[in-house]
């Protein structure tokens, strides 16, 4: 996507060929900064401290990761330490585990002085597929928009309702939620987003309306509690979210907050698409209580931080001192909540039925390794 008219990705190679730049999120949207990574260190910084955050990214800064690591040190135990080192900084997107288990499968067959090289190439492929997956479910989805704006004949723009950021910041391009909503905007078609802000880290308000601003797309920074009243005046005609880690049947794990759209959504007959890639279904698991639920700082919650009115960017407390703070990041939306999942294979109910009509050479391998395991249980 462009900022001031240029070209980004949000994580890409340096013009050295090894270091990797990425966009600083936690800049935006007050200061657009690339920085410079050229360690293992440095990337499992930029994933912990959400320099990168969204799962497509993080699985792609991973892949790097890994890059980076093998560059300075190839051996068997130099890659199993960068991929402990990488597990740990996000436990609930699926995309960084399933990145770092299939890289280092592939890498341990490879001679040591192999394994850099073919490092980088993998993590170059993650990105060149994250930018087709998403572009094609921009496509998908951007037929549902269309689907509303024709219907009628109307003549308001089409109503859509986000949360958290879904966008290109959170992919390597284009991104998963905000894709539709881009194809449909360049294609002409009236829209307007109502933003909701996602606290406590507020990605909604920063990055989401950064990014719709700098591609023109008009949009409205709401309270995240102002949803439900927009869908009862009827001022919503679709919710679409993105995902960090959607189970075999469909149930969706994305950031705090989405659940409860889902429900004011389902009580007022507002339709609530969720934007799927194929990397971030977990065919593994079918009990969404079994997705790690990562808890954060609670000073993301006891403070926030903005421009002040010298211009200078600080942080300031929200909560009495002394008073005790929670801060959960992710939340499940059931299946039952969903409208449809928008993948890059086309859209489908959600559930175990409608992700295996689309992907039924995972599903079904999935299904044989489920079998075999439970035999040899029973055995």
Known sequence: MKVDGQHYRSVTLADDGWAVEIVDQTRLPHEFRRVRLESLDDAARAISDMQVRGAPLIGAMAAYGLSLALRHDPSDAALKEAAKKLRATRPTGVNLHKVIDAMARQLRCLPAPERARAAYACAAGICEED?????????????????????GGRRKPVEILTHCNAGWLATVDW?????????????GIPIHVWVGETRPRNQGAALTAWELGHEGVPHTVIADNAG???????????????????????????????????????????????????????????????????????????????????????????????????????????????????TERGLCPAGRDGLAALYPELAGRVTSVRKVKSENSEK
């Open 228 to 342: 439900g009243h927009l869908m009862q005046r009827g001022r919503v005609d679709l919710c679409l979210t993105g995902t960090d880690r959607t189970t075999a049947c469909g149930d969706v794990c994305n950031k705090i907050g989405t659940y409860l759209k889902a429900l004011a959504a389902h009580d007022n007959g507002v339709p609530f698409y969720v934007a799927v890639p194929g990397p971030s279904i977990d065919w593994s698991t079918t009990d969404s209580r079994e997705i790690p639920i990562e808890e954060r700082d609670g000073r993301e919650v006891a403070e926030i931080r903005g421009r002040a009115a010298d211009g200078s960017i600080q942080s300031v407390r929200l909560v009495p001192e002394g008073s005790p703070v929670a801060n959960f990041a992710f939340d499940i939306t059931p299946a039952r909540l969903v409208t449809r999942l928008i």
């Open 175 to 187: 991104g998963t939620a905000l894709a539709p909503v881009y194809v449909a905007h360049a294609a």
């Open 131 to 151: 930018i087709a997956i998403n572009r094609a479910i921009g496509e998908h989805g951007s037929h549902l928009i269309e689907k509303i704006w024709e219907k």
